[in-house]
C-alpha cells in the first residue's frame, strides 16, 4: 500500500541520517582522540625538557659550589700563609730584639764591673 511504502521510506531516511549522524560522532571521537594522542606526546616531551632542564639547572649550581668553595679554599691557604709569614717574620724580629736585650744586658753588666772597680780603685 501506498502508506507501507510512503512510512519505509520515512524510516528508510531516519536510518540513514542516523548512520549519517552515527558516522559525524565516530568521525569527531576519532579527531579527539587523535588530538587527545598529540596532546599526550607534547606533554611528554615538555615533562622530559622540564627534568633535562631541572638536570641542568642542578648541575650549574653543583659547580657553582665547587667553584665557591675552591675560591674559599684559595682565600684560607691565602690567608694562612700570610698570617704564617707574618708570625715568622714577627718571631725574627722577637729574635733580634732577645739578642740585642742579651747584649744590652752585657753591656750593662759591663757597665757596672767598671763602676764597681771603679768605686773601689777610688777607695
Do not use: C, P
Request: aromatic share 2%; glycine share 2%.
Amino acid at each position: 500500500t501506498g502508506a507501507a511504502k510512503l512510512e519505509v521510506l520515512r524510516l528508510t531516511e531516519e536510518l540513514d541520517d542516523a548512520k549519517r549522524e552515527a558516522a559525524h560522532f565516530r568521525d569527531v571521537a576519532r579527531k579527539h582522540k587523535m588530538r587527545s594522542k598529540e596532546l599526550e606526546a607534547e606533554l611528554a616531551t615538555l615533562y622530559r625538557q622540564g627534568i633535562q632542564a631541572r638536570e641542568a639547572l642542578l648541575a650549574e649550581v653543583a659547580e657553582q659550589q665547587r667553584a665557591s668553595s675552591r675560591v674559599v679554599d684559595e682565600h684560607m691557604r691565602m690567608s694562612t700563609a700570610a698570617s704564617e709569614s707574618q708570625a715568622f717574620k714577627l718571631q725574627q724580629r722577637v729574635a733580634e730584639l732577645e739578642a740585642l736585650l742579651g747584649h744590652k744586658n752585657q753591656s750593662l753588666a759591663l757597665a757596672e764591673q767598671r763602676l764597681q772597680q771603679a768605686e773601689l780603685t777610688r777607695v
